[in-house]
């Protein structure tokens, strides 16, 4: 094999790479970051326009994934993992690179209880009990909570899974 051939085919492999690789590897790790307020929190929306609807509000030290630019000052972002997250797009500006030392700061841990007397309780997808199931979780589990969405809590599993709780299944509300 010639030189010419060999630094050929050594960039087509690097082109068929950069083109096969999927979009989670060139994903960066950020947080939201609302400032010092820590009752304050992001919208996550449908569409990269403030006037599109909230599909949960995100307290500083969520951790998201930057997926893309969506331009005009917005970032589409995943919230947990693949297996399990939700996504969107929240304002660029209120997004810190890398992931902060203490995100506890302002989501707040909980334990998982059940109003129904059950032994665990169903980890949604979405907002509301006709959404799929993520998890099942033990009462007395414990999640961090990210943000909200009307009476339900968007919150983390200790695997990194996301998914919807209804406020009567979280302790110390």
Known sequence: MTEKHFRRMAAMLALALLVSASPAALAQSAVVDNGSDPQSRLNLREQPDKG???LGRFYSGTPVEIVADAGGGW???????AESSISGYMMTAYLAAG???NVTDATLERSVVSPYGTPSVVLRDRPANSYDAVAMLRVGETVRVLGDSGEYYYVMTQSD???CLCSDELSGK
């Not at 970032?75 to 993992?81: E, K």
């Open 52 to 54: 599109s609807a909230s």
């Open 75 to 81: 970032s589409q972002v995943a919230i947990g993992t």
């Open 99 to 101: 992931s902060a030392p």
């Open 161 to 163: 899974a996301v998914g």
